[in-house]
Structure formats: structure tokens, C-alpha cells
């Protein structure tokens, strides 16, 4: 069923201070989100209900642009990342500096908690030193590639020949995955701050499987992780990761898929001065974005 997401303007706790909390409950309606459906489907890979949030660019209902076809952008952890997409993606669509995209988000499992929903489905291996159910990974990228997928060039005018992944932290580690282990179903692939500690035994191994039996791998990766993603013994500073070198691991990943030298594949990464876990997400996305469908001399 398709219905229009809505979001609120301005909460009511902020109105309350212009106005009375009876009065700001009130009026605090929400407005629509621009351009933008909404989607429900059930998983036949893992029994999970998913809502799909679906953003068409400016122009996109014009009758000049009615044969046009538009790149799709996939976003994982649709609740936060959507929203983060939608506003870097507006002001760049609407001044011409960046190609025309459809945005789909993927928010975690309808009526699960969401950060057990996200472990599950996220994570590609069972790690049996993680709380609650792992390593679903598969039968959602399955869902992802058959029943989205359909769903989403069936409904809208995409080319099913530019597709991006986007994720963020165990999305990143799943983007890794799909595009070592299920080659083909995207372009490219924007991923930050990507949890390859998770299992990193798991992913070097699948990535040298992979280059056992390819000569090349045609994508384009991008990755992003904060500059105190990081360990920095005696530093004192919070902002810093306590165990984890996430910064080493990505480093250590892109230098692997470079030095397989495959003709059709591009690897960017970087790592993002003063942002931790939590913020890396915004501005990686935006240099990601840029790099892959900015016009003329924002792309490279």
C-alpha cells in the first residue's frame, strides 16, 4: 500500500515556548515529506515486515522527463539515513550540481526493536559473542535484491544499471559482504564507518576467496570512517574508541582491494577529521554522494 510519509516541522516542545503546551499539542501538525511515498512489504527470506521509504528527485514527474531513467540509491537504517539523504541530496538536485536520483530508505524491522532488528539483519556471520540473534545478513541483502528490487523498478522509472548501497557502521560491513560475496547486484557502494571488527577473519577470508576465482570486480567503493574512530592509548579523550581500531581496519580493507588491481574497480576512502560513530555518517554520506553522481567538477 502506498501512503505519504509524514514528519513533523517543528515538535511541540518547541512550540511550547512560544505558545501553551495545550495550544502547540494543537497545532503541531505534521507536514508532508516532499516527493516521497511509502512502501510495505514482507520478507519471504526472514518472515520480517520492512517499510520502504521512496523519494523521487525534482523534476521527476515532469512530462519532458517521462522517459527518463534515474539511479537508486539504497539506504540501510532508513529511519536516520533517509532523512540525512533527503536534505544533502535537496538543495544539490534543485541547483544541477549532482545527477538525479531516487532514494529508497530501509528502516529496521516493523514492531522490533530496532537495534537487536539491525544485528540481526546487518551482520552477515553468526558471532556468538554478541547479544541476541546475528548474522542475518544474507536473507536480508535476499530480500534487498528480489523483493525490493522488483518492487522498486516496477513502481518508478530506474536504471537498474546504476544502483547504489548505502551503510552505516554494521551497514557497511553488510554493503563489504554483498559486494564480495553477491557481486553484480550494485554499481557502487557508500559505506561509512563499516564494523569490520564484527568478524574481520571473516571478511579478509571472503575477500580472498573472491579474488581466487575473479580477475575483476566492476564497483565503485567508498568509504568513510571518523578520525576518532580510532584507539589512542592515554589520550584521556572520550571521544576516542575504547578497543576498536576502526580506522586501521578500513585502511587495511581498502589497501586490500587495491592491490588486486582489478580494471573495473575504483576504491576511495578516507578518514573524516573530528567526528566519531555517531557523526560520521552525515558527512561521509555527502563527500560519498559527490564523488559518485556530482556534475561536472564536484565528481572525482
Request: no cysteine.
Amino acid at each position: 500500500m502506498d501512503r505519504r510519509i509524514f514528519v513533523a516541522a517543528l515538535g511541540a516542545a518547541s512550540l511550547a515556548r512560544i505558545v501553551s503546551p495545550a495550544r502547540a499539542q494543537e497545532i503541531a501538525a505534521p507536514v508532508p515529506m516532499e516527493r516521497t511515498s511509502l512502501h510495505t512489504l514482507k520478507a519471504a527470506s526472514n518472515g520480517s515486515t520492512y517499510n520502504l521509504y521512496v523519494k523521487t528527485p525534482p523534476g521527476y514527474h515532469d512530462p519532458a522527463n517521462k522517459g527518463r531513467r534515474y539511479p537508486v540509491v539504497y539506504l540501510t537504517d532508513g529511519d536516520y539515513t533517509f532523512q540525512v539523504a533527503s536534505g544533502v541530496t535537496r538543495l544539490t538536485h534543485n541547483a544541477g550540481k549532482m545527477d538525479h536520483v531516487i532514494l529508497v530508505g530501509l528502516p529496521n524491522a516493523v514492531g522490533e526493536d530496532g537495534m537487536a532488528a539491525r544485528r540481526r539483519d546487518l551482520t552477515p556471520w553468526v558471532n556468538s559473542a554478541m547479544p541476541g540473534p546475528n548474522g542475518g545478513g544474507k536473507a536480508f541483502a535476499e530480500f534487498i535484491t528480489s523483493q525490493v528490487f522488483t518492487l522498486v523498478d516496477a513502481t518508478y522509472r530506474t536504471d537498474p544499471a546504476q544502483r547504489t548501497f548505502v551503510g552505516q557502521s554494521y551497514g557497511g560491513l553488510l554493503g563489504l559482504w554483498i559486494a564480495l560475496a553477491m557481486p553484480g547486484h550494485f554499481s557502487s557502494y557508500l559505506l561509512t564507518s563499516p564494523s569490520i571488527w564484527y568478524a574481520p577473519k571473516g571478511l579478509q577470508q571472503i575477500e580472498a576467496d573472491y579474488a581466487s576465482h575473479n580477475k575483476d570486480m566492476k564497483a565503485r567503493i567508498f568509504l568513510a570512517t571518523g578520525g576518532f574512530e580510532t584507539v589512542k592509548a592515554g589520550s584521556g579523550d572520550p571521544r576516542y574508541n575504547k578497543e576498536t581500531d576502526m580506522v586501521a581496519d578500513q585502511t587495511a580493507m581498502a589497501k586490500r582491494l587495491r592491490a588486486r588491481a582489478y580494471p573495473g574497480l575504483q576504491v576511495r576512502d578516507m578518514v573524516i577529521p573530528g567526528t566519531i560513530h555517531e557523526t560520521t555518517f552525515p558527512i561521509g554520506f555527502t563527500y560519498g554522494m559527490q564523488w559518485l553522481y556530482g556534475v561536472g567538477g564536484l565528481r572525482g
